[in-house]
């Protein structure tokens, strides 16, 4: 039997559609980024109106760096609790007993968490863009607009999701408890930011070329991921709590 | 429960059609092992195609693990088996997991999706044709069509029960494998589901039941295996009676007789005997030879005969035979 897209997108519309029924996930997932864009839109409406000021330049950096919090943080519980989630309501042996292969699974619950983490990050890049556009003063919009800036963050934005939903399965396919994945899943979900971080404050000086191994970086991760996790999910353990 | 399953025809995914004499199920001392503890350990059966078979034994004897192997969950620690026709091997744990299915003993639903968005979950993990159809046949087979609509959570224990039962019909399986299925029910509920295994059984569906009900068992299946970590006793449930117990009459007589040994000396097909509350147990060779030479002898003797009746030995007398056996073996 071969990889079925079929499987996949069973195991999508379902997690997508449990979301849509559980309120709790939906006010989770839009409150926590719109905690993230009021800070970044107060700062730039605050900043100073001086072309090219090292202080607006770190302010905008902030600003974006912000944005970028949102497609790591806010995917990170959801992936964390796909797997060791469905163990503990006991609704995980019903699917593994049916003909999918751990890599379909993985697959299509990565793929639940990314649509609206994605869309999500989207969204809310673009509003602070038409807030920085529409609200701030010329000199701090231009800033914003300047160079690779929204590239950048167009680029990042699906990289950094996958890294966090990735990481953030992995441990849920090997933790036992649902609280500690997604502690777990949260901090690792932060150390390609914490690199972006350093690049925007040039502690790391940025350069097109670093980006850029960044991004392949991230996007190995991200392709392969998959196959990583499907390798340390253990169908024995998940079913029995024993290793197999 | 009116609802029948309609007469099962082989899916796509259970498109090996059994050779006459093949077995749906074959079991070659099988074993699993967690560390130095073992699940259960050398294990041997067969099932045939259409069969009910029942896997009985207390809590902790390995049936559900049995199961979880034979469903490719958990990899044997040695010996083999064949399930529907499909060598049981880690590569080949998909092709067996499309022509079977399994109903663990919890039903597993995901409670804030509706029945019928359920139903279509597995309908896509099965990669079925007609959805729909097979949907509404399957909960038509277990009585549950007007309740698509519903979120899983907000149904009883039984209707989600019966649910389970629903989605494990989905693929047609060849073999449906099912865990303790009336476990936590109450006896309304519990009927239910017996019957619905009643009519599964009617339309040649092959069922591996799971239970520890014994009375469930052997209302429900053709044959049973006893299991406690190794199998202690399969065949049929009158078999394994006639196998462990000797064959009794009871007799119920108004006053005890003075003369018993002169009277029961006498009859040849009678073994031995002891005296009960109400009059005596019969050892005898042949119940239908005995009893109407035993009736004649008594009536000679001047005994008053309230009844004479062959003593019926349940399951659960079997069964605990052979569990005194094991706690007996393992006294020091």
């Known amino acids: ?244 | 429960m009116t609802g029948a399953p309609e007469k099962r025809s082989r899916s796509a995914a259970s498109s090996l059609a059994p050779a006459p004499g093949d077995h749906a199920l074959t079991v070659e001392r099988l074993s699993k092992r967690f560390g130095d503890r073992a699940a259960f350990e050398d294990v041997s059966f067969e099932v045939g195609y259409g069969e009910v078979f029942g896997f009985l034994g207390p809590n902790g004897a390995g049936k559900t693990t049995t199961v979880r192997t034979l469903g490719t969950l958990i990899a044997p620690s040695s010996g083999t088996a064949t399930v529907a026709g499909i060598q049981l091997t880690a590569d080949n744990g998909p092709s067996i997991r499309a022509r079977i299915s399994i109903m663990p003993e919890s039903p597993g639903l995901y409670l804030r999706l509706t029945v019928m968005e359920n139903l279509q979950c597995f309908a896509g993990l099965y990669e079925l044709d007609d959805v729909r159809g097979r949907i509404e046949r399957a909960l038509r087979s277990v009585n549950l069509l007007d309740r698509a609509g519903d979120p899983c959570g907000s149904l009883s224990k039984g209707l989600r029960q019966r649910v389970a039962l629903a989605r494990a019909l989905l693929n047609d399986p060849a073999v449906l494998f099912l865990d303790e299925p009336t476990s936590g029910l109450d006896p309304v509920a519990t009927r239910e589901v017996h019957d619905l295994i009643g009519s599964l059984r009617e339309c040649g569906v092959t069922i591996f039941l799971t239970t520890h009900r014994l009375e469930e068992a052997e209302r429900l299946c053709d044959r049973v295996a006893i299991l406690s970590t190794t199998l202690r006793l399969i065949g049929r449930p009158d078999e394994l009676r006639q196998r462990l117990f000797r064959r009794s009459l009871d007799v119920r007589v108004r006053a005890p007789l003075e003369d018993l040994k002169v009277v029961l000396g006498a009859l040849p097909e009678v073994e031995g005997w002891e005296q009960t509350a109400s009059g005596y147990t019969l050892n005898v060779s042949d119940p239908d030879l005995a009893a109407p030479a035993l009736a004649r002898a008594l009536v000679a003797a001047g005994a008053d005969i309230l009844s004479i009746a062959e003593s019926r030995h349940s399951l659960e007398d079997v069964y605990l035979e052979l569990l005194d056996e094991d706690v007996e073996a393992k006294r020091p």
Request: net charge positive; charged share 15%; no cysteine.
């Open chain 1, 1 to 244: 039997m071969s990889f079925s897209r079929r499987r996949v997108a069973a195991i999508t519309v379902k997690e997508l559609r449990d979301y849509r029924h559980n309120r709790f996930v939906i006010g989770t997932m839009a409150f926590l980024p719109l905690l993230f864009i009021i800070l970044p839109i107060v700062q730039l409406l605050i900043a100073p109106a001086v072309a090219a000021s090292p202080e607006l330049t770190d302010r905008v950096g902030l600003s974006l760096l912000y944005m970028l919090v949102i497609p790591a943080v806010v995917p990170s519980t959801l992936a964390a609790y796909s797997v060791v989630g469905e163990r503990e309501q006991g609704t995980l042996e019903p699917v593994l007993i049916t003909p999918i292969r751990p890599e379909e699974f993985l697959v299509g619950k990565a793929l639940a968490v990314a649509a609206p983490t994605i869309t999500i990050a989207y969204a809310m890049f673009g509003i602070f863009l038409a807030a920085a556009k529409l609200f701030a003063s010329p000199v701090v919009s231009s800033a914003v607009f300047a160079g690779s800036h929204v590239l950048v963050q167009l680029l990042f934005t699906p990289l950094l999701a996958g890294w966090s939903i990735w990481v953030g399965i992995a441990i849920s396919a090997r933790s036992s408890d649902i609280r500690a994945a997604q502690q777990l899943s949260i901090l690792a979900s932060l150390p390609p930011l914490a690199i972006i971080a350093l690049m925007q404050f040039k502690v790391i000086t940025p350069s097109t070329g670093l980006a850029l191994a960044l991004a392949v970086a991230l996007l190995i991760v991200d392709t392969l991921g998959w196959r990583a996790v499907a390798a340390i999910f253990d169908r024995e353990r998940l079913i029995t709590g024993t290793r197999g």
